[in-house]
């Protein structure tokens, strides 16, 4: 028999990442399949027959493989040698081409092939025949050289990539191996998927999608945008109102703001990818959703608005150029602009709806026309007036005195009445500083928006105020304020047509928008250039404000507007936030006066800005790890004065505006903050948040602890809380807004970390659900006892560390096993030991309902769940999970999850033990993003009401519960009417025993209820004396009750039939002398010496024992109709009580009671009756 070595390396696309396999294929079989199955490949030379032949392969496989047929991972093993020894020249060649980079250039991973060698041992003569000493060293060079592209098959672990650290929701994302997979030999990884460098999103091209460098997409936008309607219609004004010296003020304010709001968003766009949304994507993950949310919404607006102003300043120089030819539509005014207006939008609607293309080429031309309009105005005021008709309308060439004239303001009220000042024409003009965003707008465009952003608005701000500043120069040495535009008040050099009362001249730099025209050396491209800088700067803004939108929408941040994030064709235009602009956009340009519409534009950017400046001082501020931007020239506190300047010029430019504008934030702001969308965008409210806590809990350790100042902080041993939602809900009614809340799961054995995180995911949706501030801490052990020793040890840091331990009471004690009796009760012992309060619940029906409650957080049933083959698991795990689905184990994920000893009311069988709580995975993956938005969603979006318990626990199934169930498992947490709780104080604990049914008495739910206090008496001669100084404390503790009961002879023997009722709870645990000297011994002592009750025993604790039963008389004479039961609870003294007499005595008080609660304190006061 014959056997061979086949080598099998798939594609990157079907093969586990860094792995090579070795599988045995036998000859008889390849054979039978012929020479064109599967078993033979090309180069298969014949089997040879001797010894030699046969070892050589199985050494091979051996030193390849463990005993289990599991491949090796051993680094140092040396393929190329062992294979050498064994084959000869040719068939080497092949295997040395098979170890191929994975990681080879992506253009070449779209070959899906799959080379098979087939390696046949030859015997040892043609193996020494055939090889040369030369030929293997050749083999080993040419291989040296491969060892760096082909190190990946060689070993589990990734090499640093790229592609390794991207979101995992994204289609690009590398497979980097799990902790598991690369610390458990067992287990096999994922296949990685990789884009052919044709689909790279940080390639220019994307399936055809164009991308922009920083000039076409960062500075010709931004110049397109700052160059615009202000440039021609507005600039000359400006110098006209506020002069040369305080034009160069407003201007050089105007660019403070900006620059240093571009220094600003400089540093959040390099801190990592930018994607599409522009200022809303940079200031959502920079300062959380709801800043996001509501500036991406008021910017939107801000663009749909800055769209309409645009084509107004279209309209405005339109009808200045018609009114030259006496053309006019209505009445050459304002219905004309609306007429005109309307008609340029729908078209400008047209053009980006169907042809996007020309929107991208047509920049650098609309740029070239405003250069050259730019430097017609400059050469035009150097050439000088070109007739005595441009004279008197106040073009005079360059005039020292008309200079100085303009070099001072003089703010006059315009025709509507309006009387301006610095703030009012600032507010005018500042709009001209928003074309800084045009090309983060559109940053999921840019090919590198990162680099392009910085560069390109820095580089425009600089270009566009030196022009601005320049043309002020020009404007105010050129040109007169007023001019009659008369040329006979010209004649014999008089100037008399620079003599009219301001209103009345229709001329000039106060009273004419057409001065750079005039200027101008050929007015013509002044319109043309007017034109292209108007119509691109809406264009821009037209579609801005819809990619701003769209990706607005596509986060789901505010209800009902997701319709609008569907996008068309390659670029995923947003088509229908197009119409939604134009409708805007059409809206405002109805109002038709430019001067109206400008301070509501600015506001709006100017809240955008301070946002973006805030976002980088905040950001510094926080300093989370994640802030390393790439620009360094930004200062957290320039970026803070900027913020600050953004507001004070906001309220200076219209008070009322601001307000209504901080109002429609705040509005906004708080609409996402009520919703609270399920994103998580490592912003930096939540590192302010992690960093004020850290400060507040090492404040904390510094101040002084005090009894007036303790809250009880609790360790509840829940297990996953919603499988003891009543244990839950008490010790949250004690810790409400109080205190700390910690809910403790002991899970026995080890489990993998996919597992743990399916678990406190799960703990954290019910938190979410009932409203419940808690915090779930798991822990792996070997058992309850050292589990537990774990949790009160570490559980809690500084100051907020639990002190007291809140456990359900064991029910089962008499039947369970005795090793879980005797861990419950050292549980307890631990406890005190550490000086911590001990509180254990009871309630009539039981705590534990996993097996009653079925999946309420939008989790499956085991049984249910399609299951595939996981990242940590072999598919052998995959087997063994659905054959004990098949055989029962899947129920309710509930059950499977339990606590394992958990001072519970019921055992705890149904917890499947060992390394086995991994594999109990029927449950949905915790990795998988779709099923962890599934269930956040649906929470989320569920309209039931949080106080409808129908709403908030369900069966099996779905099933509606009973009403008595549900009035069980809402005991604590439902309305109560005229309740009572019994307060059995027998002994000063601290006052623990009266401090929490008091804080109970304060909750919402209990507010009417009534305290009723039971007390010992020490002698019954002084009762009424001791009866007036209970009360005196009672009153100085400033606690209400309504009742005050002494007991006096709680020494008194109790009655027969209690003492037959106790004899019976421990008749199985009672081991006498006669047995133990025979060794007959009870089943109680067969395994452990601490779970039998002794004759001795019994003798020494008679007296507290028979203390118990006549308490337990009163009890159920007293409170058997209260709906709550406080006592304090018998001190399990050590080497003294037994586990098992123990919980007798706790028994005997308890059964047939109502919710009963023993309460131990540490023996330190928390009451005290001092101001």
Not at 746 to 766: D, F, H, M, P
Request: contains cysteine.
């Amino acid at each position: 028999m014959s056997d061979t070595i086949s080598f099998e390396l798939g594609s990157a696309a079907d093969r586990p990442p860094n792995r090579f396999q070795v599988n045995p294929v036998n000859g008889n079989s390849r054979k039978s399949q012929g020479p064109d199955g599967p078993g033979s490949g090309s180069g298969s030379g014949a089997v040879g027959q001797g010894g030699h032949g046969d070892d050589g392969p199985h050494e091979v496989y051996r030193r390849l493989t463990n005993a289990d047929g599991e491949l090796l991972e051993d680094d140092t093993f040396d393929a190329t040698q062992m294979l050498n020894q064994h084959q000869p020249r040719q068939q080497r060649q092949s295997i040395k081409s098979s170890f191929r980079d994975k990681d080879k250039p992506s253009r070449f991973k779209d070959l899906q092939t799959t080379t098979r060698f087939q390696v046949d041992p030859q015997n040892e003569e043609s193996d020494e025949s055939n090889d040369s000493q030369e030929e293997r060293e050749l083999l080993d060079n040419e291989y040296d050289t491969k060892y760096g592209k082909s190190f990946r098959h060689f070993t589990r672990e990734a090499l640093p990539r790229l592609d390794n650290y991207r979101n995992m929701m994204s289609i690009q994302a590398a497979y980097r191996p799990t902790l598991d997979e690369l610390h458990n030999a067992t287990l096999v990884g994922k296949n990685t998927h990789s884009l052919t460098r044709n689909q790279d999103p940080e390639s220019g091209i994307l399936n055809g999608v164009l991308k922009f460098g920083w000039i076409k997409g960062v500075l010709v936008r931004c110049l397109l945008n700052i160059w615009g309607v202000m440039l021609f219609l507005r600039l000359s004004w400006v110098v006209g109102q506020a002069g040369v010296i305080e034009g160069f003020v407003l201007i050089l304010t105007t660019t403070a703001v900006t620059t240093i709001t571009a220094l600003s968003m400089s540093a959040i766009s390099t801190n990592g990818v930018i994607k599409g949304g522009g200022t809303y994507y940079m200031i959502s993950r920079s300062l959380g959703p709801e800043f996001g949310g509501s500036i991406g919404l008021i910017f939107s607006l801000a663009n749909a608005v800055a769209c309409a102003m645009y084509v107004v300043g279209f309209c405005e120089s339109m009808l200045a150029m018609m009114a030259t030819f006496e053309w006019e539509i209505i009445d050459g005014g304002v219905q004309d602009v609306r007429i005109i207006g309307c008609i340029t939008i729908l078209l400008l609607l047209i053009i980006v709806v169907v042809g996007m293309e020309w929107e991208a080429k047509a920049q650098i031309g609309l740029l070239i026309i405003l250069l050259v309009a730019i430097g017609d105005f400059v050469i035009g005021s150097f050439i000088g007036p070109k007739s005595e008709w441009e004279v008197a309308k106040g073009f005079l060439g360059y005039n020292a005195t008309l200079f100085k004239n303009n070099l001072f303001p003089d703010y006059r009220p315009e025709k509507s009445g309006i009387q301006h000042d610095f703030f009012s024409v600032f507010a005018i003009f500042f709009p001209a500083a928003t074309g800084i965003l045009a090309g983060a707008n559109i940053s999921g465009d840019l090919k590198d928006p990162s680099k392009s952003i910085p560069k390109g608005t820095i580089l425009a701000i600089i270009i566009t105020t030196g022009t601005y500043l320049i043309m002020v120069l020009q404007c105010g040495a050129t040109v007169a304020r007023d001019a009659t535009g008369n040329v006979t008040d010209m004649v014999n050099g008089s100037f008399a047509f620079l003599d009219c009362q301001p209103g009345e001249c229709n001329y000039g730099l106060q009273n004419s928008f057409q001065v750079i025209e005039l200027v101008s050396g050929f007015g013509p491209l002044i319109y043309a250039g007017c034109y292209a800088a108007t119509l691109s700067s809406a264009l821009a803004s037209l579609v801005s404000a819809p990619k701003v939108f769209q990706a607005l929408c596509k986060d789901e941040l505010y209800p009902k507007i997701v319709w609008f994030a569907k996008g068309y064709g390659k670029n995923n235009e947003p088509v229908r936030g197009y119409v939604l602009t134009f409708i805007i956009a059409s809206a405002f340009i109805l109002i038709g006066e430019l001067n109206l519409i400008a301070p509501l534009i600015s506001n709006f950017f100017l809240a955008a800005y301070m946002l973006i400046n805030f976002s980088t001082f905040h950001a510094s501020l926080a300093k989370p790890v994640g802030w390393r931007p790439t620009f360094k020239y930004y200062n957290m506190w320039l970026s803070l004065l900027g913020a600050i300047l953004c507001v004070a010029v906001m309220f200076l430019i219209s008070w009322a505006t601001a307000l209504i504008t901080f109002a429609a934030v705040l509005a906004l702001y708080l609409i996402v903050a009520y919703r609270k969308p399920d994103v998580n965008w490592g912003s930096t409210t939540q590192a302010q948040t992690y960093k004020n806590a850290l400060m507040s809990v090492q404040q904390l350790n510094n101040v002084e602890e005090h009894v007036k100042n303790y809250r009880p902080q609790i360790l509840v041993l829940s297990g996953l809380p919603n499988t003891r939602p009543v244990l839950v809900d008490l010790a949250y009614m004690l810790t409400k807004n109080l205190s700390l809340l910690v809910c403790g799961h002991v899970l026995r054995g080890s489990s993998s970390q996919k597992y743990r995180t399916y678990l406190q995911e799960r703990a954290a949706n019910w938190f979410r659900k009932h409203r419940v501030k808690g915090f779930y801490a798991l822990v792996d052990g070997e058992d309850f006892e050292s589990g537990t020793r774990a949790l009160m040890q570490a559980s809690g840091i500084g100051k907020l560390k639990p002190n007291i331990i809140l456990m359900g009471y064991k029910t089962d004690w008499q039947t369970c096993d005795h090793k879980e009796l005797d861990q419950y009760f050292n549980v307890m012992h631990k406890a005190l030991d550490m000086y911590l309060s001990v509180a254990i619940l009871r309630v009539p029906q039981g705590l534990d309902c996993s097996q009653l409650l079925g999946s309420q957080d939008g989790w499956k049933t085991a049984s249910d769940v399609p299951r595939t083959l996981q990242p940590n698991e072999s598919s052998g795990d995959l087997q063994a999970v659905d054959s004990s689905a098949r055989n029962g184990l899947g129920g309710s994920i509930d059950s499977l999850s339990r606590n394992v000893s958990q001072a519970s009311s019921t055992s705890d069988l149904s917890f499947i033990a060992g390394n086995q709580s991994k594999d109990v995975s029927g449950m949905p993956d915790p990795l998988d993003a779709k099923t962890a938005n599934l269930v956040s969603n649906s929470l989320r979006k569920s309209k039931l009401k949080h106080d409808d318990p129908a709403s908030l626990y369900k069966g099996p199934g779905g099933v509606e519960l009973p009403k008595e169930v549900l009035s069980d498992l809402t005991q604590f947490t439902r309305k109560r009417s005229h309740a009572v709780i019994d307060v059995w104080w027998l002994y000063d604990d601290g006052g623990l025993t009266l401090l929490l049914p008091y804080i109970i008495s304060t909750r919402r739910t209990w507010q009417s209820c009534k305290l009723r206090v039971y007390a010992l008496a020490n002698k019954k001669a002084e009762l009424e004396f001791e009866q007036r100084s209970m009360a005196s404390l009672l009153s100085k503790f400033r606690i209400d009750y309504s009742d005050l009961t002494l007991i006096p002879d709680i020494t008194k023997k109790p009655l027969e039939t209690s003492t037959q009722f106790f004899n019976e709870l421990i008749k199985d645990f009672v081991v006498t002398e006669k047995e133990g000297e025979n060794g007959n011994s009870s089943r109680a002592t067969l395994n452990e010496d601490d779970v039998h009750i002794t004759d001795d025993d019994l003798l020494a604790v008679q007296d507290k024992t028979n203390r118990y039963l006549r308490l337990r008389e009163y009890l159920r004479e007293q409170s058997t109709k209260s709906d709550l039961v406080v006592m304090t609870l018998p001190m399990p003294r050590k080497n003294i009580v037994s586990a098992p007499l123990y919980m007798a005595w706790l028994e005997s008080l308890s059964r047939d009671m109502p919710p009963f609660l023993f309460v131990r304190g540490n023996q330190t006061s928390v009451l005290t009756f001092y101001s």
